[in-house]
């Protein structure tokens, strides 16, 4: 009875498909994060991978020939490991100096038909790369495009442009009034300054705004309730298309940070 209810487990085992089996999951996962080389992405003899975190690139490679894989300028090589370090050899050097210093890891198999896997971690990244020779046909050189640094690059230098423009055009220094109190309490973002030129309202905050979470401007009526204000982000800055006496600054639930701007002085009537 035992083993007839071992022949029927196996049986059942023998029966799961094979899509369903751990080695095909993991054939079917690899050849969908495979990259290989493609016309278009070949520079000169260069062919240049866009980086993405969890794909596999392929290097195809051939004896006597050697195929250079060159990394981010500034990137440093933590460790270098080879699945098959016998019949493949593997190297690096590095070209240029300074903050334009470049490394490169020189693969080369001893025969045709090897096929084995490479994995480089660095100081910014890691890079999972297929090796595969053939009789010919090396590639000279592979390197990578790095668009997620692009983009952050590309966001950086718009903030700085956004902190660097004017907050408002046509502003005469002679009109400011920079008479506002600011009090409460003392956060990070707690603001610099506040000043108006008589039609607009400009809140002044320190650099560190533009990492953390922003807090929302109410202004103070007469009875003392709290109205949320309409204004915009310039920069540091936020601009009020309106005047008042009073305006708090609040971030928080429980334990909410709140801090007062109010005018220090009477509101100056027109043409005085």
Known sequence: MIRAVILSASLVALAV???????????????AALREPSNAGFVGAVQVYPYNDGTLYRLYAAPERITDIALQPGEVITSVAAGDTVRWTVGDTTSGSGENQRTHIFVKPF???????????????????????????????????????EMIALRRQQDRAAAAAPI?????????????????????????????????????????????????????????????????????????????????????????????????????????
């Open 17 to 31: 498909p094979a899509a369903a089996q751990p080695t095909a999951k993991v054939a079917a996962a690899n050849k």
């Open 111 to 149: 025969s045709a038909g090897l096929r084995s896997n490479l994995v480089i971690t660095t100081s910014r990244r890691v890079y999972h790369i297929e090796l595969e020779s053939r009789s010919s046909g090396a590639m000279a050189a592979l390197s990578w495009t790095y668009p997620h640094d």
């Open 168 to 272: 408002a055009s046509g502003l005469a220094i002679e009109s400011l009034n920079f008479h506002y109190a600011i009090s409460g309490d003392k956060p990070a973002w707690r603001p610099l300054r506040a000043f108006d030129d008589g039609r607009q309202t400009f809140i002044e905050f320190p650099a560190s705004i533009a990492v953390g979470e922003a807090p929302p401007l109410f202004v103070i009526g007469e009875g003392g309730e709290a109205q949320l204000v309409n204004y915009r982000v310039a920069g540091r800055y936020y601009v009020v298309d309106r005047l008042f006496g009073a305006a708090e600054l609040r971030l928080g639930g429980k334990k909410q940070q709140v801090v007062r701007i109010a005018t220090a002085q009477p509101k100056r009537r027109k043409g005085k």
